[in-house]
C-alpha cells in the first residue's frame, strides 16, 4: 500500500522536470510511494518527458496529461492531480525544482507518524537562481520545532515553507470553492492545514526552490491590478474561513494591497478609480498620519486643486 505520494507540478518545464523526477526516484524508503506528475498542457516537449519516464518505470511513475490548460497559476492541476494521490501522505514539488537528501521522504514520514497533531512538516530549503545570482538558504538557525495557525497570520505577507520542502497528511477530501479562486497554492494551503494541526521543522537542508523567469513566482507582479485583486481576495476568504478570528491584522495584509494597487499600470492615469482604491486602503490600513497624509495628497485630491493650494500658500513669499 502506498504510504507517501509524490506530486509534480509542471508546465513547459522541458529544461527541469527530468531533475525533479529523478530526485524523486532517488528517494531511499521503508515503505511504497508513488509519483504522480501532473502536466498543465506543456507544449515543449515536457510532456513527451513525462511519457518516457512512465514507460521505464511503469507503475511507479505516473503522467497525469490534463487536455488543456488548468489555470491559476497551476493551482487546479495541483488539485485535479491530488485526487488521484493513494497515499496516507502526499509531497508536493513543482517542476523546476528536486529534492537534495535521499533520505527526504523517509525523515518526514517518520516525523509525521510520530507526531499524530501533526498536519504538515516542512524542511529547510536552498534557494537558488537562474542568472547565477549568489544562493541562500530559506530558513535561518532561529526557527521553531513547530508552528501553528498564529504564526501564519500577519499585516505582512508570511512565507516560509518553499512548496518543494513540504509534506502533508492527505486529510482534506474537498478544498473550499475559494481555494480554486486564488492564484496563490502555498499560503491558502498552508492556512488550512494549519487548522488541522501543528507544522513541524526539519532544519535539514533537503530541497531547492529554483527561480527562474518561468517559474510562477515570477508571475507574481506587484504591479498588475488583476494580480493584486487575487491576492486581496485569498486574504478576504481567508479572513472568512478563519471566522474573522485575525480579522484586524488581515485587514491591515489587504490594506498592503490596495496601497500598491494605486501604483498599478492600470491605475496610471484613471483619477476616480485611483482615489476609490485610495480611500479603501485608509478605511482598512489606518496608517499613520504621515502616510495618509501623502496617500490624501498624491492620490485623492484632484491635482488642479492641489496646484491652487500650492499656489496659494506660496504667495505671502511672492
Known sequence: MVKVSVLIITYNQHKFIRAAIESALAQ????????????DFSKDGTREIIQEYEQKYPGLVIGVLHPHNMGKNGGINCLETLKLAKGEYWALMDGDDYWIDPLKLQKQADLLDAHSDYSTVFSNTRVIFEDGSPSYLLNGPDMKPYYTLDDLIGEDEIWFMATSSCMYRNNINE????????????????????????????????????????????????????????????????????????????RRNIARYYRMMLDSKQYKDTYFRRAKVAIQYLYLGKPEWDKAKKVIRDYIVPQPLAKLYSTIRLLPYR
Open 28 to 39: 531511499q524508503t521503508t515503505f511504497p510511494i508513488e509519483i504522480l506528475v501532473g502536466d
Open 175 to 250: 478544498y473550499p470553492a475559494w481555494f480554486r479562486e486564488s492564484s496563490s497554492g502555498d499560503i491558502p494551503r498552508l492556512i488550512l492545514k494549519a487548522k488541522l494541526g501543528k507544522i513541524g521543522y526539519i532544519p535539514d537542508v533537503m530541497s531547492v526552490y529554483r527561480k527562474n523567469r518561468g517559474g510562477a513566482s515570477y508571475a507574481d507582479n506587484y504591479y498588475d491590478e488583476s494580480f493584486l485583486r487575487n491576492r486581496i481576495q485569498m486574504y478576504s476568504d481567508i479572513n472568512r474561513e478563519l471566522d474573522y478570528r485575525y480579522d484586524h491584522l488581515l
